[in-house]
């Protein structure tokens, strides 16, 4: 029985040669990279970093995706994401960009959101069990991811588009299919093709029985519900490859094993590199170090300062895991790089091409709203900015709702704001230079509000006493 689904399908419209002033449209640039074929180029980018099995099958991957050696074309790739969290994150993002790359290349992809096996839990790379989650939060949670890439798919076929007919992009929840499947007919059907020496001897086990916590039967079932998503997938799709994190191999393993226990047909596996911190941690919910994909959890411009943090030794590899600008434009960047360092081109370009692609083209305008606003001094930025943008910009802050009476001094605003303490005290803090409105020091008490100075024109102020404390006012009946 075909699942129901959630599907989202696009496909580029040939958009004509528009690129930079001496650079070649983008959809020649790739062309370029077609033709050395896909799986090298993405090696020589790093984002595809093992391929499993390598050989010894009839039809060898690299096979799969040429048209000259009598591939099919289109194959058909999928990626699952487990609905542990509401949102993606950073961590995700190489798996959904090597999606993005077999889509540009003509192939059909599915992101495979794991509404059933959320609830089991993941142990791959993970030296504990994860928290329980119950049917009602895994099932909000499928729903929010299922919306964030369906999202993240419209901006890319939006702003990325090449020229070229891409393959279709598909959001499947895997609860579709097990919901309802009766436990003894599941396990009599799928578990007697699994052996129990294999599956203990997948890295992920190990380590994990080896630990002081063990491994619950629910966590050790995972692999094999995840391989048979990939069957299941293989039956009603045609999908013959899937695509992972490193620390997902075993799991991929697994699903080749089974499907070609019961088919004899050769499937493969693809594995995408971790994202870890500086620290080496891998970034995530339980490193409790994720930078969010949702603008609620992480704003655009905190996603945008992320990227245009890393430093030099970094960004260079994070440009060809993270964007689609070719390997040429890159060295180009680079070299750049060299001559004017003090610029921090490649950041800004890491930065914007990834805000753009997560937030859209108003959430990069957002990122440089604030980074002007809050790095520049920018009144000009203040001034378009609106409240959700001052929300996030400065997420410590309180914001008050303000009636502005004739004659509001500097005094009154900062004390109905509970900005400074009653008294001579909060008088001085005004006299001896701690406090700002938008960026320009004030001096005096009793100085009325100016609209238009004190008052932007979106009918805002900032305030700031100190250094660190900002307040964040919208005036009323202006």
Same mark, same amino acid.
């Given at each position: 029985?075909?699942?129901?689904?959630?599907?989202?399908?696009?496909?580029?419209?040939?958009?004509?040669?528009?690129?930079?002033?001496?650079? =070649?449209?983008? @959809? $020649?640039?790739?062309?370029?990279?077609?033709? !050395?074929? +896909?799986? /090298?180029?993405?090696?020589?980018? %790093?984002?595809?970093?093992?391929?499993?099995?390598?050989?010894?099958?009839?039809?060898?991957?690299?096979?799969?995706?040429?048209?000259?050696?009598?591939?099919?074309?289109?194959?058909?790739?999928?990626?699952?994401?487990?609905?542990?969290?509401?949102?993606?994150?950073?961590?995700?993002?190489?798996?959904?960009?090597?999606?993005?790359?077999?889509?540009?290349?003509?192939?059909?992809?599915?992101?495979?959101?794991?509404?059933?096996?959320?609830?089991?839990?993941?142990?791959?790379?993970?030296?504990?069990?994860?928290?329980?989650?119950?049917?009602?939060?895994?099932?909000?949670?499928?729903?929010? =991811?299922?919306? @964030? $890439?369906?999202?993240?798919?419209?901006?890319? !076929?939006? +702003?990325? /588009?090449?020229?070229?007919?891409? %393959?279709?992009?598909?959001?499947?929840?895997?609860?579709?299919?097990?919901?309802?499947?009766?436990?003894?007919?599941?396990?009599?059907?799928?578990?007697?093709?699994?052996?129990?020496?294999?599956?203990?001897?997948?890295?992920?086990?190990?380590?994990?029985?080896?630990?002081?916590?063990?491994?619950?039967?629910?966590?050790?079932?995972?692999?094999?519900?995840?391989?048979?998503?990939?069957?299941?997938?293989?039956?009603?799709?045609?999908?013959?490859?899937?695509?992972?994190?490193?620390?997902?191999?075993?799991?991929?393993?697994?699903?080749?094993?089974?499907?070609?226990?019961?088919?004899?047909?050769?499937?493969? @596996?693809?594995?995408?590199?971790?994202?870890?911190?500086?620290?080496?941690?891998?970034?995530?919910?339980?490193? %409790?170090?994720?930078?969010?994909?949702?603008?609620?959890?992480?704003?655009?411009?905190?996603?945008?300062?992320?990227?245009?943090?890393?430093?030099?030794?970094?960004?260079?590899?994070?440009?060809?895991?993270?964007?689609?600008?070719?390997?040429?434009?890159?060295?180009?960047?680079?070299?750049?790089?060299?001559?004017?360092?003090?610029?921090?081109?490649?950041?800004?370009?890491?930065?914007?091409?990834?805000?753009?692609?997560?937030?859209?083209?108003?959430?990069?305008?957002?990122?440089?709203?604030?980074?002007?606003?809050?790095?520049?001094?920018?009144?000009?930025?203040?001034?378009?900015?609106?409240?959700?943008?001052?929300?996030?910009?400065?997420?410590?802050?309180?914001?008050?709702?303000?009636?502005?009476?004739?004659?509001?001094?500097?005094?009154?605003?900062?004390?109905?704001?509970?900005?400074?303490?009653?008294?001579?005290?909060?008088?001085?803090?005004?006299?001896?230079?701690?406090?700002?409105?938008?960026?320009?020091?004030?001096?005096?008490?009793?100085?009325?509000?100016?609209?238009?100075?004190?008052?932007?024109?979106?009918?805002?102020?900032?305030?700031?006493?100190?250094?660190?404390?900002?307040?964040?006012?919208?005036?009323?009946?202006?």
């Amino acid at each position: 029985m075909a699942a129901p689904m959630l599907r989202c399908i696009y496909r580029s419209p040939w958009l004509g040669t528009q690129g930079l002033s001496g650079v =070649l449209p983008l @959809g $020649l640039r790739e062309a370029h990279s077609a033709a !050395q074929g +896909l799986l /090298a180029v993405q090696k020589a980018r %790093g984002l595809f970093k093992e391929f499993f099995p390598e050989r010894g099958t009839k039809t060898e991957l690299p096979e799969l995706f040429d048209r000259g050696t009598g591939g099919k074309f289109p194959q058909t790739i999928y990626c699952g994401f487990d609905p542990t969290a509401d949102s993606l994150h950073v961590g995700h993002l190489l798996a959904l960009l090597g999606l993005f790359h077999f889509q540009r290349a003509g192939h059909n992809v599915i992101a495979l959101v794991g509404g059933a096996t959320a609830r089991l839990g993941d142990p791959s790379g993970h030296t504990k069990e994860r928290e329980a989650l119950d049917a009602e939060r895994v099932h909000s949670n499928a729903r929010a =991811l299922s919306q @964030g $890439l369906k999202a993240l798919a419209a901006n890319h !076929q939006q +702003l990325f /588009a090449n020229g070229r007919t891409w %393959g279709s992009f598909t959001v499947l929840d895997n609860s579709a299919w097990y919901q309802k499947q009766d436990l003894v007919d599941f396990l009599a059907a799928v578990a007697g093709h699994f052996r129990m020496g294999t599956l203990l001897s997948r890295l992920s086990v190990q380590a994990r029985l080896k630990s002081s916590e063990g491994m619950s039967l629910a966590e050790f079932l995972y692999q094999v519900l995840q391989a048979y998503d990939f069957y299941y997938l293989f039956q009603h799709y045609g999908c013959r490859v899937q695509l992972g994190g490193s620390d997902q191999l075993g799991n991929i393993m697994s699903g080749y094993e089974f499907i070609h226990k019961l088919t004899g047909e050769d499937v493969f @596996g693809i594995s995408v590199p971790l994202i870890t911190s500086t620290t080496g941690a891998k970034l995530g919910k339980s490193a %409790g170090n994720a930078v969010w994909l949702n603008r609620d959890k992480t704003s655009p411009f905190e996603l945008y300062q992320f990227f245009l943090r890393q430093p030099d030794d970094l960004v260079e590899r994070y440009l060809k895991l993270f964007t689609f600008l070719p390997l040429p434009e890159i060295d180009h960047i680079m070299q750049l790089h060299v001559t004017e360092p003090e610029k921090r081109g490649p950041q800004k370009r890491l930065a914007a091409e990834v805000t753009k692609l997560v937030h859209g083209q108003e959430g990069l305008a957002s990122a440089k709203r604030c980074t002007q606003a809050l790095y520049h001094s920018s009144i000009d930025a203040l001034e378009v900015m609106s409240d959700q943008e001052l929300k996030e910009l400065f997420k410590e802050a309180s914001f008050s709702e303000l009636v502005l009476d004739p004659g509001t001094s500097v005094l009154d605003t900062c004390r109905k704001a509970n900005a400074i303490p009653d008294g001579p005290r909060g008088y001085r803090m005004i006299t001896e230079g701690g406090v700002s409105i938008n960026h320009r020091q004030v001096t005096n008490p009793e100085s009325v509000l100016v609209v238009g100075q004190h008052i932007l024109k979106n009918g805002l102020s900032l305030l700031k006493i100190g250094k660190r404390n900002f307040y964040i006012i919208k005036w009323l009946r202006l």
